[in-house]
């Protein structure tokens, strides 16, 4: 069975950092597409990043210039720097990857960011 655990939420101050990872097992993982997703109380899940497997980036235009993903193929783990953040940040932040197979799309279970002061 295919999991995506993500880690790294938490509480944090405007203007501060963090750093989330996801640590896929079970999937091809330099095959995938990965991505961060988020969702936050009232609104539609919405893309923040991804990375491709050849390692081509793409960001959501709210979070360029603050978040870096990144992707670790040996640990099979990709990555979200997140900075100067913003209470706009706050939601749950989900972890995704998917592969280049019919129905090869996964999801993790979720990590709560919270920005505030």
């Known amino acids: 069975q295919v999991q995506l655990v993500e880690s790294g939420g938490g509480l944090v101050q405007p203007g501060g950092s963090l750093r989330l990872s996801c640590k896929a097992s079970r999937i091809t993982f330099s095959r995938y597409t990965m991505a961060w997703y988020r969702q936050a109380p009232g609104n539609q899940r919405e893309l923040v990043a991804s990375?491709?497997?050849?390692?081509?980036?793409n960001y959501a235009n709210s979070v360029k210039g603050r978040f870096t993903i990144s992707r670790d193929n040996a640990e099979n783990a990709v990555y979200l720097q997140m900075n100067s953040l913003k209470p706009e940040d706050t939601a749950v932040y989900y972890c995704?990857?998917?592969?280049?197979?019919?129905?090869?799309?996964?999801w993790g279970q979720g990590a709560q960011v919270t920005v505030s002061s």
């Open positions: 995704n990857a998917v592969g280049p197979w019919a129905a090869s799309n996964y």
């Open positions: 990375i491709a497997d050849g390692g081509r980036t």
